[in-house]
């Protein structure tokens, strides 16, 4: 177990659904950010935490809508989705810039 | 922003031979370089990473080159095993924003 965990591990979900997915680190790290993997592109950066506060959004769609409350815990809020979101998507955590970025096991959301 | 391109997307290796990967990136103050491993069904895994003050780094049979004017920075595995079978990713980072390449999956052949 790396210390960082996502839930659900599998989400299926319609189109006019809202979900969340959750993510919680217990290494005491600082930033935290969410990829999703497809086969269309690997590892997608999509938001990044910094102390709280979003550092970065990279061009992602409205319809998903990240929340870190604490250090430790990061959300990503799932509103009308579209099957081409169906993806895994993966939370990762790190110390400090230029450290390594421990992944969770993801959560494979699959919208029909 | 930054891009990173890695190379080649597939790459078969027979057991014992090497096998190698590169990737170029673009932003220049991009100072730190992980690569991780990820096995089908699981998380990606850090397995090496260098520093932009650092031009080769090696840990038993995995080593990572970082060439900072070209731009480019590889992985060699010496003696591949099949345990090494999985997709390899690397990245650029700068300021806590990772960028990935698109991931080699190696094969290696028994």
């Known amino acids: 177990e790396t210390g960082v965990t996502q839930t659900p591990r599998h989400l299926v979900m319609g189109m006019t659904n809202k979900k969340s997915l959750k993510c919680e680190q217990h290494?005491?790290?600082?930033?935290m950010y969410w990829y999703k993997q497809s086969a269309k592109k690997p590892l997608e950066l999509m938001f990044v935490?910094?102390?709280?506060?979003?550092?970065e959004n990279n061009s992602v769609p409205s319809r998903f809508s990240p929340e870190c409350p604490n250090s430790s815990h990061l959300f990503l809020h799932l509103h009308t989705l579209q099957p081409e979101d169906s993806a895994l998507y993966l939370c990762?955590?790190?110390?400090?810039?230029?450290?390594?970025?421990?992944f969770g096991q993801g959560t494979r959301l699959t919208v029909v | 922003g930054e891009n990173v391109e890695q190379h080649p997307s597939t790459l078969s290796v027979q057991e014992g031979d090497s096998a190698v990967i590169k990737c170029t990136y673009s932003d220049s103050a991009s100072n730190y370089f992980p690569w991780y491993k990820q096995e089908l069904g699981k998380r990606p895994q850090l397995i090496i990473d260098i520093r932009s003050n650092v031009g080769e780094k090696k840990d038993q049979r995995i080593a990572v080159t970082l060439n900072k004017t070209a731009k480019h920075f590889s992985l060699h595995i010496t003696e591949t095993q099949p345990e090494d079978s999985a997709v390899y990713f690397c990245a650029a980072s700068r300021n806590q924003k990772v960028t990935f390449g698109t991931g080699t999956k190696l094969q290696v052949i028994p």
């Open positions: 990762a955590s790190s110390s400090q810039e230029g450290t390594e970025a421990f």
């Open positions: 935490y910094s102390l709280e506060e979003r550092v």
């Open positions: 290494l005491g790290h600082n930033a």
